[in-house]
């Protein structure tokens, strides 16, 4: 067991490693070699990104990967993908290609609302906080002047503030709710100081009130905080083609493949066990150019799951119908995305993937970001209703397994030729691997 450390934060990078040597890594020198090997020899590019976050010691790398040939609203793009999973790049590129020849995809945002709230309690009625709070909204509005005004000036800005009553959940709960646009940025720093300075007032004003009595003069203030649940920051992309247009092999129509496509979704739709594994697809293409392009991940996958569950039930992020013999197919999400602040001004791999996609705002980056998550569903489903996924998946992953095994250059030719004709499977691919060492 590790001894307890003091001002650890304050050592140097190599001392940081030293203290970990010696307590985690048995003093050995491998593990010393291996986290210095990812250091960046540029050392102001590794000093920037020594100062992303706190005691960092090396570098975690993913591949930055792209997928060409996307048609989106009759634009095309290619599409910058950090993720570490084989075949989901393939599988976005593949579908792009497909789409590209039938109409592309088309994308729009409906809507780019999001929301932050203000959590207190306090002892009076109902009644008669509603009153204060109509009677002090303005002066909660003016006190963020401020901190809106360079907001407003590229059109976001505090959109509503309303009073909700939460106290049948929790006895005398109150909430600000507080919607706001914020145009090309994430925002959370923008409304986090929105809301913090909202609960400042509210408490300030509270204790100015006649109205209240002594003790309802005091309103305790919880928390104040953005929501990642953005249900009214939506996305909505979608392809459709004639049926006749779809695959056609000797084992299904094209009918009958737009026939099982839609019934495999709807299976989505009804059964959560095959919805979160659906949606887990479609959040792999989602995720993959959300990393690239210095957004935040695990808001945008919380979000995503809680829009999933909106109406009691987790279901699919993705329909599936067919109208008047054409195949339409569609997905709708909330996606709270920036192309300012953050890393999107810092990391250099950020900036080159913003100028890939033709430096998007705000919306446009939804919009693509969302057909980057409907392309890795169809790709997916085809998969599952045609020749299964792991035929595909596993013919990528070849390559992970072959360097488990550090197979040299000329074994990996051998055995790349080899799977071209039969099936990958990780014991036979040990099986051949110690056929040809012998």
């Known amino acids: 067991m590790a001894p307890v450390v003091s001002g650890f934060s304050k050592l140097s990078k190599k001392d940081k490693i030293k203290w970990l040597t010696e307590h985690h890594f048995s003093n050995d020198k491998n593990a010393i070699d291996t986290l210095v090997t990812y250091w960046n020899s540029n050392e102001q590019l590794q000093q920037l990104h020594d100062e992303f976050t706190e005691n960092t010691i090396s570098n975690y790398y993913l591949p930055f990967s792209v997928a060409p040939n996307f048609l989106i609203n009759d634009k095309r793009y290619t599409l910058p993908m950090t993720i570490e999973e084989s075949s989901v790049v393939a599988a ?7 789409w ?45 002047s ?8 590229r059109g976001g800005g505090v959109r509503a503030i309303e009073l909700t009553d939460k106290g049948l959940e929790i006895d005398n709960y109150y909430q600000l709710h507080c919607t706001f646009e914020t145009a090309d940025a994430m925002g959370a720093n923008f409304i986090n100081s929105c809301l913090e300075q909202f609960a400042k007032t509210l408490v300030v004003e509270a204790k100015k009130y006649t109205n209240f009595s002594e003790t309802e003069k005091d309103i305790e203030i919880i928390m104040s905080i953005l929501s ?59 995720d993959a150019v959300v990393l690239a392009t210095g957004n935040d991940f695990r808001a945008i996958e919380a979000g995503a799951h809680a829009y999933a569950s ?14 008047n013999d054409t195949f339409v197919f569609s997905i709708e999400i909330p996606l709270a995305l920036g192309t300012v602040g953050g890393l999107t ?94």
């Open 92 to 98: 976005a590129s593949k579908a792009a290609k497909f």
């Open 100 to 144: 590209q020849t039938r109409g592309g995809f088309k994308a729009k945002v409906l809507s780019a609302i999001k929301v932050g709230q203000v959590h207190f309690m306090h002892t009076g009625t109902p009644e008669k906080l509603q009153k204060f709070f109509n009677l002090v909204k303005p002066k909660l509005l003016n006190s963020v």
């Open 146 to 153: 401020g901190i809106t005004k360079n907001m407003e000036k």
């Open 228 to 286: 990642n649940y953005v249900p009214e920051c939506l996305v909505k992309a979608s392809v459709s083609c004639a049926i006749q247009e779809l695959p056609n092999t000797s084992q299904l129509s094209s009918l009958q493949y737009a026939q099982k496509f839609v019934r495999a979704v709807r299976i989505a739709e009804v059964e959560p066990y095959r919805a979160v594994t659906h949606n887990k697809g479609i959040m792999n293409g989602i």
């Open 310 to 323: 909106r109406n009691g039930k987790y279901t699919s992020l993705t329909h599936a119908e067919i109208k």
């Open 345 to 438: 001004n810092l990391h250099p791999l950020v900036k080159l993937a913003l100028e890939l996609l033709g430096k998007p705002n705000a919306e446009k980056l939804m919009e693509i970001t969302a057909v980057a998550g409907l392309a890795q569903n169809f790709a997916a489903i085809n998969s599952l209703i045609t020749t299964g996924i792991q035929q595909g998946h596993m013919k990528m992953h070849l390559m992970n397994i072959l360097n488990q095994f550090e197979a040299t250059k000329s074994e990996k030719e051998h055995l790349i030729k080899y799977f071209k004709t039969n099936a990958v499977t990780h014991s036979d691919v040990v099986t051949q691997i110690e056929k040809l060492r012998a």
